[in-house]
């Protein structure tokens, strides 16, 4: 029974990476950086993204992540 259960997760795996590879490779999902984005992306882009940036971005700021790295 585990054997059977492990087959179908593998299969279905497998038939969703290959359905997404030709969704991509025929178009059909743009994967372009300039497309305009889609209906569920502007919706989950504009729920999570509710919250202002606790880190003002100023030249002081941006200087300073770059003498951390």
């Known amino acids: 029974m585990l054997k059977g259960i492990l087959f179908g997760v593998t ?3 497998g038939i969703a990476l290959i359905g997404g590879c030709f969704l991509v490779n025929s178009g059909l999902i743009p994967a372009n950086a300039d497309a305009k984005p889609g209906r569920l992306e502007t919706w989950m882009a504009k729920t999570s993204l ?18 951390r790295k």
């Not at 509710?50 to 300073?64: F, H, I, R, S």
């Open 11 to 13: 299969l279905t795996m």
């Open 50 to 67: 509710k919250e202002q940036n606790p880190v003002a971005l100023t030249d002081q700021n941006l200087l300073g992540q770059m003498d």
